[in-house]
């Protein structure tokens, strides 16, 4: 069974920056491509940034690029999300997923991830950004 879990979410004010963590168990890391998805109140849940299995290729949702990196370390088994430049519209819960698939190419992830290919879900991290 995967585990994922969640750090680093918080309060913040507009402007400023947030780095997120997520740590990864229960079965092998590496063949895995990773994402961050997020969900604010009465919204339904949206892509943020993927990252392919070996880091090659990064996704970024428009309202993010240029703000957000996405990254991984998979000696250590971790996923980041650096934010910069926070937005108060960037308030949300922030979720860590893991694809279901392996190996899936960088082409496959030039695109933006169709919720449905990922099956692991973290619990969720808190992120809100005053104005």
């Known amino acids: 069974q995967v585990q994922l879990v ?18 990864a168990s229960g079965r092998t890391f590496i063949p895995y491509g990773m994402a961050w998805f997020r969900q604010a109140p009465g919204q339904e849940r949206e892509l943020v940034a993927a990252i392919t299995w070996n880091g090659g290729s990064t996704y970024y ?6 703000r957000f990196t996405l990254s991984r370390d998979n000696s250590k ?3 980041y999300l650096q934010m910069n430049n926070l937005k108060p ?9 893991q694809d279901r698939a392996i190996y ?6 030039s695109q933006p991830p169709n919720i449905d290919a990922f099956n692991y879900w973290g619990q969720g991290t808190q992120v809100t950004v005053s104005s």
């Open 6 to 23: 969640e750090s680093g979410g918080g309060l913040v004010q507009a402007g400023g920056s947030l780095s997120l963590s997520c740590a």
């Open 61 to 66: 949702t428009d309202s993010v690029k240029g």
């Open 77 to 79: 088994k971790m996923v």
């Open 89 to 97: 519209e960037d308030t949300a819960v922030y979720y860590c997923a």
């Open 104 to 109: 899936r190419s960088s082409y496959y992830f």
